[in-house]
C-alpha cells in the first residue's frame, strides 16, 4: 500500500518534469510552477495537495496514468520505482498492471545530463551526518 507521503512525493517529482494534474476527471489541469522551496515543499504544491485531497476536487491523476489518486492511497496500489528510468510509478499489488511508467511520453527521459526530480531535502541536516561520518571516521 503507498503512503500519503509516496503519493505526494511520486506528484512532486512528475510535477518536476513538466507532468500535469488532471482533475475533474480531466476537465482542469494544475501544474505548480514551484514544488520544492529550500527544506520544504512550496506553498504552491502544498496547495495543490490540499486540492488533490478533498472532495471538492473529484476524480484527479497525473497525466498520461490512469490510476486516480485514490486509487494509489488504497491498499490496491504501490509506488515503486521504475525499472527504466528511477522514477516512481504506479504498481498494482495484485493482478495485472499496466507496464507503462509516466515517462513513455517524455521525449528524451531518461536522461542522465540533468538533474533528476528529488524531495526536500534539510541543508542543516544533511551536514550534521557528514559531520557524524567525519567524526567517526576520525575516531
Known sequence: MASEQQVKQYLA??????KRLLLHG???AVLP??????????????????QVRSADAGDC?????QQTIAELLSPLWEIDPCSRCEM??????QGV???????IDLPGW???ELPQPRAPI?????MGQVRDRLRQANS
Open 122 to 126: 534539510s541543508s542543516q541536516a544533511r
Open 88 to 93: 516512481p510509478k504506479p504498481v498494482k499489488v
Open 33 to 50: 510552477r514551484s514544488v520544492i522551496q529550500g527544506d520544504r515543499y512550496s506553498q504552491e504544491f502544498e496547495d495543490c495537495w490540499q
Open 61 to 65: 491523476y497525473l497525466e498520461g496514468t
Open 26 to 28: 480531466g476537465k482542469s
Open 110 to 112: 531518461p536522461n542522465t
Open 97 to 103: 498492471a499496466a507496464l507503462e511508467c509516466p515517462c
Open 13 to 18: 517529482y512528475w510535477f518536476q518534469l513538466g
